[in-house]
């Protein structure tokens, strides 16, 4: 295995890799205290923080490829007992999510130890992943049926339909010792533009083996606070070998701030404010990250 410039760093990292000889791409997800913070934070029952998990991983491990600042989303609605899942990435690796739920639904599906599926929880609806620029650049959507056993399948699915790019991926959320831990790993098959009728079928062979391999991964495996990622790395793919590049950092951090409030508010009507308004003063709670704002309206200008 080789390493290019590899800097140290353990746990919540996103660590991108590549399978040179294979023509393979991808990515691994390792996270501890930030998903567990940001699961606590709400204090969600296990099902929707299983969910919401999931959510985050694929938002870092699609964000991981942003080559630009940006912000990276991915938000589910569906009319299931969670009726939304939101998880973002702020480049370079900012995390946040959050997600709405009906306990009288969840209870019932709870109580009849009803399979934990998309299907079943977030029922019948929509998975979109935005890619945000800025406002100098042209914001990107993608959207796909909630159908599969998890958010990863949803993420497949709108790989295979809409991008048209071989990829596989492979996300778990669990708790370890009290604590929750998340990881994924994706892998996609590179295009080769100059290949021959013979090195096709070759490039074929090399992803149908490297889906093979990706594919013995276990959740515990991908949620274990032992097994380091170029460990896991190294035993999915040593045959093939791994070139490991710089991995990125994550935190639990949200992108709200008063200024961000203060903002928003100033597209509002006078009378709007007014009315949002008790005493003179607007609060504004953030529902990624609890954080309360007041803002009097009188310093809205």
Known sequence: MAHD????????????????KAGVRGRIVRMGNV??????????????????????????????????????????KGDGAISMVAADMTTPGNMRGYASFEQEKLDLLT??????????????????????????????????????????????????KSEQIDTLLRVAVEKVDGNWRAGGLMIQRLPDENATEFNQDREEENWRNAQALAGTITPEELTSPILKSAELLYKL?????????????????????????????????????????DDGVITADCQFCSSKYEIRVEDIS
């Open 35 to 76: 998903v567990d913070s940001i699961l606590k934070r709400h204090g969600y029952p296990d099902e929707v923080a299983k969910f919401l998990g999931e959510g985050i991983v694929l938002a870092a491990m699609l964000g991981g490829a942003l080559k630009f600042d940006g912000i990276f989303t991915v938000q589910t």
């Open 5 to 20: 410039g590899q800097k140290i760093i353990t746990d919540d990292l996103i660590q991108p890799f590549q399978m040179a």
């Open 111 to 160: 109580s009849g130890n009803t399979p934990m599926n998309v299907e079943n929880y977030l029922g019948k609806g929509y998975a979109a992943f935005t890619i945000d620029a800025g406002e100098e650049h042209k914001r990107y959507q993608g959207i796909v049926d909630l159908e599969g056993e998890n958010l990863a399948d949803c993420m497949e699915n709108y790989f295979d």
């Open 237 to 277: 793919f040593h045959e093939d070998g791994v070139w490991l590049y710089d991995p990125l950092q994550l935190v639990d951090q949200c992108s709200c701030s008063a200024e961000r409030v203060m903002n928003t508010l100033k597209t509002f009507a006078g009378e709007d404010l007014e009315d949002m308004a």
